[in-house]
């Protein structure tokens, strides 16, 4: 029941820059609920990248940002290096579902 | 070290039960809300369930509500998922996270490897 909306794939060479937007509506990120980002490596648990829509936790490069205006939200992802190749979810909260929500998903592909 | 380990997936037939476990270890179990969120084959996150530190308050996704009962046991550090009733759909792996209160809502800063549920006949 995924209410935030991702581009199921986004793709650059390496060093370049792509960015991953998150939609959602005024019963989540435009209710002022943060937006929280997650990396999911190939056969792995997802890890925290970004929380409170852009702050990284401790270890995470600064390559990766986040940002959030309105009913969406960003993850930038800068000088992009073959390890970033993973899917990358968003997650906040929705008040009409009375619940925590994530994002559909999108696949970086590193060229 | 900061960990948690699930175990208890397995096969189910369609409509039976299961217990998930997930052991907490390196950090002060009970101090933590905790939630489960599942991943079927080839698909995206969706959140589960979460349970307050001590238990007392618990929340559910609509599509589990009245089949599957969170609870935990700080004295052994370990949080349990009851599933009933199961479903094709509930097929997934089922990981336990442990919040992190940096933002509102909370995010999920610590992840176990995930249980396996196949359902099916």
């Known amino acids: 029941q995924s209410v935030l909306t991702q581009p199921p794939s986004v793709s650059g060479a390496p060093g370049q820059r792509v960015t991953i937007s998150c939609t959602g509506s005024?019963?989540?990120?435009?209710?002022?609920?943060?937006v929280h980002w997650y990396q999911q490596l190939p056969g792995t648990a997802p890890k925290l990248l970004i929380y409170?829509?852009?702050n990284r936790p401790s270890g995470v490069p600064d390559r990766f940002s986040g940002s959030k205006s309105g009913t969406s939200a960003s993850l930038a992802i800068t000088g992009l290096q073959a390890e970033d190749e993973a899917d990358y979810y968003c997650q906040s909260y929705d008040s009409s579902l009375s619940g925590y929500v994530f994002g559909t998903g999108t696949k970086v592909t590193v060229l | 070290e900061v960990q948690l380990v699930e175990s208890g997936g397995g096969l189910v037939q369609p409509g039976g039960s299961l217990r998930l476990s997930c052991a907490a270890s390196g950090f002060t179990f009970s101090s933590y809300a905790m939630h489960w969120v599942r991943q079927a084959p080839g698909k995206g996150l969706e959140y589960v369930s979460g349970?307050?530190?001590?238990?007392?308050?618990?929340y559910y996704a609509n599509s589990v509500k009245g089949r599957f009962t969170i609870s935990r046991d700080n004295s052994k550090n370990t949080l349990y998922l009851q599933m009933g009733s199961l479903r094709a759909e509930d097929m997934a792996v089922y990981y336990c996270?442990?919040?992190?209160?940096?933002?509102?809502?909370?995010?999920?800063?610590?992840w176990g490897q995930g249980t396996m549920v196949t359902v099916s006949s």
């Open positions: 996270a442990r919040v992190f209160s940096g933002g509102y809502p909370d995010s999920f800063d610590v």
């Open positions: 005024s019963s989540d990120i435009g209710a002022g609920y943060d």
């Open positions: 409170g829509n852009s």
């Open positions: 349970i307050s530190s001590n238990g007392g308050s618990t």
